[in-house]
C-alpha cells in the first residue's frame, strides 16, 4: 500500500482499515484523547513526559528498542560559519522560550537544542543505524 501520509494512516485506523500503525504523537494524541484510538507504547526509550502513563516498547518486552521522529534544520553545504552559529543561537533561543515549549508540549513533543557538531555527528549515527536495518532486513528499493 503506498503512504498517503499521516492524516490518511490516522483516518483508516479510525474506520478499521488498519489494526496497528506506528505514527508521530502530534498527529495521533488527539484521537487517544478523544477515545478513536488507543495508544499501546511509545518507541523513545523513555515514556512521554505528556503522557507518562504510556509505557514504552522496550517496557513492554523489547529491550533496546528505540524509535521515533525528530525534526531538524539543516543548511546548504559550504554556508559560512558565522551564519549557522547565528541560526543555531537565535533558533535555540525561540524553542526554548516557556510558549514554544508549553505548545510543543502539548503535540507530545520535546524541545531539544543542541550544537550543529552534535546534529551532524546524530545524522551519521542515524545514517548508520538506520542502513544496518535495511540490510539486515532485506528491504529492497524499487
Do not use: C
Not at 498517503?4 to 484523547?33: C, E, N, R, W, Y
Not at 518486552?61 to 521515533?68: A, N, S, V
Amino acid at each position: 500500500m503506498p503512504y498517503k501520509g499521516t492524516g490518511a494512516l490516522v483516518g483508516d485506523l479510525i474506520a478499521g482499515h488498519l489494526s496497528l500503525a506506528f505514527a508521530d504523537q502530534a498527529s495521533m494524541m488527539p484521537q487517544v484523547k478523544a477515545g478513536k484510538l488507543r495508544a499501546l507504547a511509545v518507541g523513545g526509550l523513555n515514556r512521554s513526559p505528556e503522557y507518562p502513563d504510556i509505557p514504552t516498547i522496550a517496557e513492554q518486552g523489547l529491550p533496546g528498542f528505540e524509535t521515533g521522529s525528530w525534526q531538524g534544520i539543516v543548511a546548504a553545504p559550504g554556508t559560512p560559519r558565522e551564519i549557522i552559529a547565528k541560526l543555531n543561537a537565535e533558533l535555540t533561543r525561540i524553542l526554548n522560550t516557556a510558549d514554544m515549549k508549553e505548545k510543543l508540549g502539548a503535540q507530545g513533543t520535546e524541545v531539544r537544542t543542541d550544537t550543529p557538531e552534535s546534529m551532524a555527528t546524530f545524522l551519521g549515527n542515524e545514517r548508520v543505524r538506520w542502513a544496518k536495518v535495511v540490510k539486515e532486513s532485506g528491504i529492497k528499493f524499487d
